[in-house]
């Protein structure tokens, strides 16, 4: 009985630390939560501080609450629209003295968002308030924001020099000939070089061809942008010859950029504060090199978007656009479509904006998100679609039903083209002894056979309907765009075209932002857009996805209260590029393993920004982690 009896109690004892543990985890994560509450009463005077340390993107994606574990960084994802309104809002207020830009582990963005964030950063300095920049290295991107402040700070260990859009692309099929896997491509599109990777060593010149265009125009677009916002800085001698700028700097990069004007002052995060703390105020109970802060969180919800006057409604397409049902970031049809339906019934709506961030994906559920939008013109109202970023293949499919369409000069558009990847593995499995047989009522019995490998019958049906799926998709921009459909074939075939040609060629009406488009919207429906706010229809994050939000960032805004973690010099920056190379490889080979469903998706478009969405993310954390337990 003894044994029993002692028994009893340990089984007691650890029940009762297990209850405390839960308990004392759950109030520590409420806490969390608590603390992490954005305090619009917290705004008081001093420095607004936008530490972008992460990406910019149209809708960041559901924090993942595994994302932390393993040593993986979880990167960071920040609405354009937030930090634009945040700018906006500051360059007014008394109660802001200066805007602070750390920039030291900015992740970048496609250019049209880096853009648009850096036009905010310029009202701000042409407002006549000051606007301080800091890194340690500044990329093409951080530059170009940096550019539109009044002061740009560079730590005297690191500096700038420009790399431009472009460089290497993986190619698979020596390794996938290797591995005897049989990659069958059923596309149309003589551009549509997403499927190259696995079926050439190189770039095609068709490829090359049109990369070269599309990279000319967004890079002189990038050029004229920061000489416009900084006319001082001398760029060119870093863009044509930077190897003998540096030499002749005796490799002091720093030194050098501020010689050619494009950085005011040399100093390490301590002097930068200082200088800081002279125009915001000393925050006394700090260390040396601390100054009076807001949060940008507390900002945020000290001026909320507008909500007065007739609703405007604008449905967000973010991201890959994918099958089914998904969380933000990522374009499910499913979620859209659900989404936008609602809002029709329930919101009282006066017109439409399609919000389009995303270079494609399912055919089907772009298909889905059009018809969804379709329901919006069958009750009347106007629907204007708004570029971001990224509008390619699927992403142009859902702009189809728009009366009018705005983009960005450097918006990245067209990819109007189709395609379908199937691996089969019947070589792969010769290579081992491993044959297949079987019978077969039909042609098609089994097929496709990813064992024995497809048939002519399999593959002609295959193609056949990726045809129509074409004819299809340029039915639809030709009716929309009021073009023959010969003419869209020809400026379609799966090329990717920059905002400023689409305009010229027609598949763009206008240039403008979002703001644009939704007044726009108001015009159309016979408003005056001053009375009119904008609707966002997206889904609102639960009670978990608050708290794992708040338990990963931290607060939002506590960066501003602790000592800032340096984002490395030029060569820390370099080899993050190579890791992005990497994660981006990992990305091929899980689509080529994963293909299904017809697609009109822009996978090139992956080179001209970051990795952003979830798995997009979690590919990053997974190289990081490889490369750390690597030990490089």
């Not at 029940?15 to 008081?44: E, H, I, R, T």
């Not at 997403?194 to 490829?207: D, G, K, R």
């Not at 002894?433 to 056979?449: A, N």
Request: charged fraction near 25%; charge should be neutral; aromatic fraction near 6%.
């Amino acid at each position: 009985m003894k044994l029993v009896r002692g028994a009893w109690k340990l089984l007691v004892g650890i029940k009762d630390a297990l209850v405390l543990l839960f308990m004392l985890l759950f109030f520590g994560a409420l806490f969390a939560v608590l603390s992490a509450k954005p305090n619009p009463g917290g705004v008081k005077d001093g420095a607004l501080v936008l530490a972008i340390d992460g990406t910019i993107v149209e809708q960041p994606a559901e924090a993942d609450p595994f994302g932390g574990f393993g040593g993986g960084q979880v990167p960071r994802e920040y609405r354009m629209r937030d930090l634009v309104r945040a700018l906006d809002a500051a360059k007014d207020d008394a109660r802001v003295k200066v805007v602070v830009l750390d920039l030291d582990r900015f992740g970048g963005g496609y250019p049209a968002a880096v853009a648009e964030v850096g036009e905010a950063i310029r009202r701000v300095r042409d407002a006549k308030k000051p606007v301080l920049a800091y890194a340690t290295g500044y990329s093409d991107a951080s530059y170009l924001l940096a550019a539109n402040a009044s002061e740009i700070w560079v730590d005297p260990m690191g500096g700038t020099i420009f790399s431009g859009p472009g460089g290497s692309r993986l190619y698979y099929k020596g390794l996938i000939d290797k591995l005897g896997v049989t990659t069958h491509v059923y596309k149309v599109g003589k551009f549509k070089s997403a499927v190259e990777p696995y079926i050439l060593t190189a770039q095609s010149p068709e490829a090359k061809q049109a990369n070269e265009a599309l990279y000319g125009a967004i890079f002189g677009q990038w050029r004229e942008a920061v000489k416009k916002a900084r006319p001082k800085a001398r760029i060119e001698p870093l863009l044509t010859n930077p190897a003998d700028a540096v030499v002749a700097a005796n490799g002091d990069f720093a030194k050098m950029n501020q010689q050619l004007g494009m950085v005011d002052k040399l100093g390490d995060r301590l002097a930068f504060g200082k200088r800081v703390a002279e125009i915001a105020g000393v925050d006394a109970n700090k260390p040396a090199g601390s100054y009076k802060t807001i949060k940008l969180a507390n900002w945020l919800e000290a001026n909320p978007v507008k909500k007065t006057g007739d609703a405007i409604g604008v449905i967000t397409v973010a991201g890959e656009i994918v099958d089914g049902k998904a969380g933000p970031g990522v374009a499910a049809g499913d979620t859209i479509a659900n989404l936008l339906l609602k809002g029709l019934a329930d919101k009282k709506l006066k017109a439409l904006v399609v919000r389009v961030d995303s270079p494609g994906g399912s055919a089907l559920a772009s298909e889905r998100i059009r018809q969804a939008i379709l329901v919006a013109k069958e009750q009347k109202l106007p629907v204007v679609v708004s570029m971001g970023s990224l509008a390619a293949s699927g992403g142009y499919w859902v702009s189809t039903p728009g009366d009018v369409i705005f983009a960005e000069p450097n918006t990245i558009t067209g990819s109007i083209g189709i395609f379908g990847i199937l691996p089969t593995f019947e070589n792969s499995l010769a290579k081992i002894g491993v044959t297949s047989d079987g019978v077969k009522t039909t042609p098609l019995t089994g097929q496709p056979d990813v064992y024995a490998g497809t048939n002519a019958e399999v593959d002609r049906v295959l193609q056949s309907g990726i045809e129509q799926g074409y004819r299809r998709f340029i039915g639809l921009v030709a009716g929309s765009r009021k073009m023959t459909t010969a003419r869209v074939d020809e400026i379609g075939q799966g090329r990717v075209w920059d905002g400023g040609t689409a305009r010229q060629l027609g598949l763009v009406d206008r240039f403008g932002n979002l703001d644009d488009a939704v007044a726009e919207a108001a015009k159309r429906a016979k408003l005056d857009p001053a009375k009119t706010h904008a609707v966002f229809l997206e889904k609102e994050p639960d009670w978990f996805s608050a708290l794992i939000a708040g338990l990963m960032s931290g607060g939002d805004g506590d960066e501003e209260e602790a000592a800032p973690e340096s984002g490395g010099d030029l060569y820390a920056r370099i080899a993050g590029d190579r890791r992005a190379v990497l994660a981006q490889a990992l990305g091929d080979a899980k689509r080529l393993a994963g293909a299904s469903s017809m697609q009109a998706r822009c996978l090139e478009c992956a080179a001209y920004g970051p990795m952003t969405g979830p798995q997009a993310q979690a590919d990053a954390r997974l190289i990081d982690l490889v490369m750390a337990k690597l030990g490089w």
